[in-house]
């Protein structure tokens, strides 16, 4: 007997590249319940998820046209934000945007429940505060009340009677608005978690400035992706990792040469350049003077 139960499994399984379901999965994939329509709101498919054994992934390399919501009800799931592994945890919810990657995988030891949805429609337009080119984890606030709709919704949606599709469409709108209550909710604790991990990384840096960088170490440190990493340290401190590594460079070489005996070519290579000549050039176009000017 199959103790991988799941809700409506021919709606789950539509069209993703998955070699790890069990055979008996595989009648289910005969038609795709992934579109974009135009209207306010509407939910392709969804469901709630029971994982209690073996290990199971799916992979969708270009994502779907529409968007998807995989909330953890119970335990976790695992899934790709770039090339790292995240763990959504229980409570928590992962937002995939239109042709965003989607992958993700269960972990066989433990009895994850996921409610999930696919959806489109022209009020998908309040998500794009939150959009961006990776799956999003977010932590919902009222988890019982969240759960509560959410199941609704489902059960809405499968009914396929008449205006059911109305209604299940108005437990989603409730659904995206308490998303982005959650999100405005925890928008101040991760400005304040991020920007304590920015300031290590910037200590760091300014401790290892004459290291060639490494920016997956540095986005490793704020639990982002290498090029989310770019884009939050710009917006922090308004210039890429590579200028402000040469902006900590340049001032400790003008710290060397005002206050040490050591000659330009030592300098050059106490802040990380092999080449003596190329550290003048890149110092007499960020300072405006040569290094000599501060050995006077």
């Known amino acids: 007997m199959n103790n991988n139960k799941i809700h409506k499994p021919s709606v789950f399984l539509d069209n993703i590249v998955d070699n790890h379901w069990p055979r008996d999965y595989t009648v289910a994939m005969r038609y795709s319940s992934e579109k974009k329509k135009d209207c306010h709101?509407?939910?392709?498919?969804?469901?709630?998820f029971f994982m209690t054994v073996g290990e199971r992934n799916v992979t969708r390399q270009k994502g779907r046209v529409d968007y998807g919501i995989f909330y953890v009800r119970k335990e976790s799931f695992f899934y790709f934000d770039g090339d790292l592994l995240r763990e959504a945890k229980e409570g928590e919810?992962?937002?995939?945007?239109?042709?965003?990657?989607?992958?993700?995988e269960f972990d066989g030891k433990k009895e994850s429940v996921v409610?999930?949805?696919?959806?489109?429609?022209?009020?998908?337009?309040?998500?794009?505060l939150l959009k961006c080119p990776h799956p999003l984890c977010l932590k919902i606030t009222e988890q019982a009340e969240f759960e509560r709709v959410f199941l609704q919704m489902i059960t809405a949606h499968h009914r396929r009677g008449a205006y059911c599709e109305e209604i299940s469409a108005g437990f989603l709108q409730v659904l995206l608005a308490m998303l982005l209550k959650s999100n405005q909710a925890g928008e101040s604790a991760l400005r304040a978690s991020r920007r304590e991990d920015l300031d290590r990384v910037l200590e760091y840096m300014s401790d290892h400035c004459h290291e060639p960088i490494d920016?997956?170490?540095?986005?490793?440190?704020c639990y982002v992706s290498s090029n989310r990493f770019i884009n939050i340290f710009k917006n922090y401190t308004g210039v890429s990792p590579y200028h402000f590594q040469l902006q900590l460079r340049m001032e400790r070489a003008i710290e060397l040469l005002l206050h040490s005996s050591a000659t330009v070519g030592e300098c050059a290579a106490a802040v990380g350049f092999k080449d003596s000549a190329y550290f003048s050039r890149i110092f007499k176009k960020m300072t405006g003077y040569p290094p000599s000017y501060f050995k006077k």
Do not use: I, K, S
């Open 41 to 48: 709101l509407a939910v392709n498919n969804c469901g709630e």
């Open 93 to 104: 919810l992962v937002l995939f945007f239109p042709g965003v990657p989607r992958c993700y």
């Open 115 to 128: 409610l999930w949805a696919n959806f489109t429609g022209e009020a998908t337009v309040q998500l794009d």
């Open 215 to 221: 920016l997956q170490h540095y986005a490793d440190m």
